[in-house]
């Protein structure tokens, strides 16, 4: 294959402490630092939650803006994909920063089981997400827990709810959701072929699947998400020293797999986002 294979790098989420790996980054010079060593390393995608001091979840647009700033300056051409995730806020508070215009935002367009509560995303709110997404022309990328959301995207992509070319990530491992299982992999990938040709998908694994997803995904001919947001460790015995040395493990999959690591120009013209 000689399709440039994307990798985005979640430098942080809303749940990893430093308490787990030191190597979280939770203030924005933290998280700018943390991104650019990544970027140097293959990664394309900048997936950011924000925190505050004491390294609870945040949404304040105000560090999203600096984040950007950073990434932006530090990272040329790197696409800046925000997160309106369930843990960082409640209702519309989750999509506040969707008027500072990143490349990309995640979108869930469909509730789940998450380890400990009911991850929620109720019809009013993903179609008030999507149309601020489209509203400020960022592309979504679509978060899929279960096998609806890949229906459900597919769906809100024919009526123009989302427009374009739909961009869909598988995440797998998360306790009470979607387990790690082969033939559900092959599964949601034929099934996005079926509804959405001409869909481009990405694959992420939680915790020590994070390497089993980025193998998967990279030998099938898709793009794949590292990062200390979805998994602190190398393997059982040694934490990740850096956001950077789990995208580098992707990499090296790359190569073995004969695979560009696609750039962030590429990666750009591989999803329909406006030059940086």
């Known amino acids: 294959m000689t399709t440039p294979c994307i990798l985005c790098v979640a430098i942080t989420g809303s749940v990893p402490t430093k308490a787990a790996n030191p190597a979280v980054p939770i203030s924005i010079t933290e998280q700018v630092e943390s991104t650019h060593a990544a970027f140097e390393a293959g990664a394309s995608i900048c997936h950011a939650h924000v925190r505050n001091d004491d390294e609870t979840p945040s949404s304040d647009p105000d560090k999203f803006a600096r984040l950007m700033e950073g990434v932006q300056k530090h990272c040329p051409g790197m696409i800046i994909q925000f997160s309106t995730g369930g843990r960082s806020g409640a209702g519309r508070e989750r999509g506040g920063m969707l008027s500072?215009?990143?490349?990309?935002a995640s979108l869930s367009v469909g509730s789940n089981n998450f380890p400990t509560r009911v991850y929620e995303n109720p019809p009013?709110?993903?179609d008030w997400l999507a149309s601020e997404m489209k509203t400020h022309a960022v592309k979504p990328e679509i978060e899929a827990f279960d096998l609806s959301h890949i229906h459900k995207a597919a769906e809100m992509n024919r009526d123009g709810r989302i427009p374009g070319q739909l961009y869909v990530q598988f995440v797998m491992g998360v306790k009470n959701a979607m387990p790690v299982d082969r033939e559900t992999f092959d599964f949601y990938i034929q099934t996005l072929n079926r509804l959405a040709p001409?869909?481009?998908?990405?694959a992420a694994g939680i915790g020590p699947n994070q390497i089993v997803l980025n193998e998967w995904a990279i030998a099938a001919g898709g793009h794949t998400r590292a990062g200390l947001e979805d998994n602190v460790r190398l393997d059982r015995d040694r934490l990740a020293p850096s956001n950077a040395a789990l995208i580098q493990r992707a990499a090296d999959l790359c190569a073995k797999y004969e695979r560009p690591v696609a750039t962030a120009a590429?990666?750009?013209?591989i999803l329909g986002l406006r030059p940086a």
């Open 124 to 126: 009013e709110l993903v």
């Open 266 to 269: 590429q990666a750009r013209e």
């Open 100 to 104: 500072l215009r990143p490349d990309m």
């Open 198 to 202: 001409d869909a481009q998908w990405c």
